[in-house]
């Protein structure tokens, strides 16, 4: 099976314009994630809408494709640069350009989630921890998944899934198995196709997450579950967080020195 990584990455951002070419050790976040991923696969692009992007990666010699500028979510962005690289890869990874540590391992396991010939679209999440507090768990911006016994996703949700009867809050961490989402995607071809083609779905609208489209129309979501919490930098706050990781941990250090 013949995979592709493709990382969208747009310029402008509310929170951080231009994160993609902020400076993280003397390389831009952009590079950052593209050297990491292509540890693992042949086949790497970075599908962008502004030429400062789409240069930058070219300089440090990357590959980059143009897209549409009006896309409504990453997903789309991805189909449209699988087909103008002309790729024929089996499945797509859509990677967040804005998640520098994104570990190779996650992008290998994530490709054994279509050892399942059931599986439509995979995606990872990361067992909270049971001493962890319940306004963590709260976060509305870190989504929970339940799985069934065959590791494929029954629900996303922004509220913490499932509700623990009987218990305080406070108890829930230590009284059931919790999922928060890890964000990202794989999709077989003729999959990631016909989702961009699909409307609004009731549950995407009301929890805004994009997924929820896809369960809602039968498609089957293989979670796998990793150990590795991933970073992404939303802020200039997060980079500064960014920074001190990558500063104060040596085997990141000796990654990117050797990369």
């Known amino acids: 099976m013949k995979f592709i990584g493709i990382i969208p990455a747009r310029y402008a951002s509310t929170r951080f314009e ?6 993280l050790g003397g390389r831009p976040v952009i590079e950052h994630v593209f050297r990491r991923v292509s540890s693992v696969l042949d086949e790497v692009a ?63 396991q994530i490709k054994r989630c279509f050892d399942d010939p059931e599986t439509d679209i995979a995606t990872l999440a990361v067992q909270y921890p049971h001493d962890g507090s319940f306004e963590g768990l709260d976060n509305p911006n870190k989504p929970k998944v339940v799985i069934d016994s065959n590791h494929n996703a029954l629900m996303f949700s922004r509220s913490v899934i499932p509700f623990v009867r009987g218990a305080r809050k406070e108890e829930w961490p230590q009284k059931t198995e919790y999922l928060t989402h890890v964000g990202m995607y794989a ?7 016909a989702i961009t083609a699909l409307p609004q779905s009731s549950l995407e609208i009301a929890e805004s997450l994009e997924q929820l489209r896809w369960l809602q129309n039968g498609y089957t979501i293989k979670v796998g579950i990793t150990d590795r919490h991933t970073v992404g930098i939303d802020t200039p706050a997060d980079l500064d967080a960014a920074r001190a990781i990558l500063y104060n941990d040596k085997s990141m250090l000796t990654f990117f020195n050797n990369a």
Not at 187 to 193: A, D, G, P, Q, T
């Open 18 to 23: 231009g994160k993609p070419l902020a400076d």
């Open 46 to 108: 970075v599908a962008t809408d502004d030429d400062r992007i789409s240069n930058a990666v070219k300089a440090f010699g990357g590959r980059a494709v143009m897209t549409s500028p009006n896309h409504r979510s990453g997903t789309d962005r991805c189909l449209e640069a699988y087909e103008n690289l002309g790729s024929d890869a089996d499945v797509v990874i859509n990677i967040q350009g804005d998640e520098p540590f994104v570990d190779p391992c996650q992008i290998e």
């Open 187 to 193: 999709f077989r071809s003729k999959v990631l196709r």
